[in-house]
């Protein structure tokens, strides 16, 4: 007799409550999931990813502390296995290729229908990639134009703690906060934050701010 493959653990990254209470009730009657942790910030959704060892994750693209894709990687990176589903209001088809390249497994719009969410739970149990019809209308225009490097790649020139930083400094963090958050000193906090504005050949933090909301590391 075939044997019933086990409820896949889920974790859930979104900042909005009422759209994490959402995902919850869509996913209710999904057989392949099981809702074992949620958060509302990156930073803390990779804390609870080490802690739950989930199986898949549902995560916005625009999270506060640590935005969706340096999420994807991070979570990639740490859990053996996990399938990242980006489910985001984005639908840019530069920022889908980006996301791709995180190691996400999935993406799925918000004002996509909500089948499409169970439908992708389903399929990365099954460990097969999912993406929505529009996103993958996206992801194929993306590909079809012959477009010059845009900003992902600028970006794809910081380590992961600049982008980090360049992110929380976005975010109106001051050197201290970030030190706090980073578990990192300031004077860590400060090379970093300088390399990274040498990188981007910016020169003020107003500038820096509105590098990063323009390229959706973080919400305006």
Same mark, same amino acid.
């Given at each position: 007799m075939t044997q019933c493959?086990?409820?896949?653990? *889920?974790? +859930?990254?979104?900042?909005h409550g #009422?759209?994490?209470?959402?995902i919850r009730d869509v996913l209710a009657e999904c057989p392949h999931g099981q809702i074992v942790?949620?958060?509302?910030?990156? =930073?803390?959704? !990779? &804390?609870?990813?080490? &802690?739950?060892?989930p199986h898949i994750a549902i *995560?916005?693209?625009?999270?506060?502390? !640590?935005?969706? /894709?340096?999420?994807?990687?991070?979570?990639?990176? &740490? +859990?053996p296995n996990i399938q990242v589903l980006i489910y985001t209001m984005q639908? /840019?088809?530069? !920022?889908?290729?980006? +996301?791709?390249?995180?190691? #996400?497994?999935?993406?799925?719009?918000?004002?996509?229908?909500?089948? =499409?969410?169970?439908a992708a739970v389903e399929a990365l149990a099954n460990r097969q990639p999912?993406?929505?019809g *529009?996103?993958?209308e996206a992801l194929l225009q993306h590909f079809l134009r012959d477009t010059p490097?845009?900003?992902?790649?600028t970006l794809n020139g910081l380590t992961t703690r600049e982008r980090e930083i360049v992110q929380l400094i976005a975010e109106g963090k001051i050197n201290k906060q970030i030190a706090h958050l980073l578990g990192i000193s300031i004077k860590t906090v400060e090379t970093h934050r300088a390399t990274a504005m040498h990188k981007l050949k910016i020169r003020s933090t107003a500038e820096l701010v509105r590098y990063a909301v323009r390229n959706n590391i973080t919400q305006a």
């Open positions: 493959m086990p409820p896949r653990r *889920i974790l +859930i990254a979104d900042d #009422a759209m994490r209470r959402g942790a949620e958060a509302a910030d990156g =930073h803390q959704a !990779l &804390e609870m990813a080490r &802690e739950a060892q *995560i916005d693209y625009l999270l506060p502390l !640590l935005n969706g /894709r340096d999420l994807a990687r991070a979570l990639v990176r &740490e +859990i639908d /840019r088809d530069d !920022l889908l290729a980006d +996301i791709l390249s995180s190691g #996400a497994r999935g993406y799925v719009l918000k004002s996509d229908p909500s089948w =499409h969410l169970v999912y993406f929505s *529009i996103a993958s490097p845009g900003a992902s790649d």
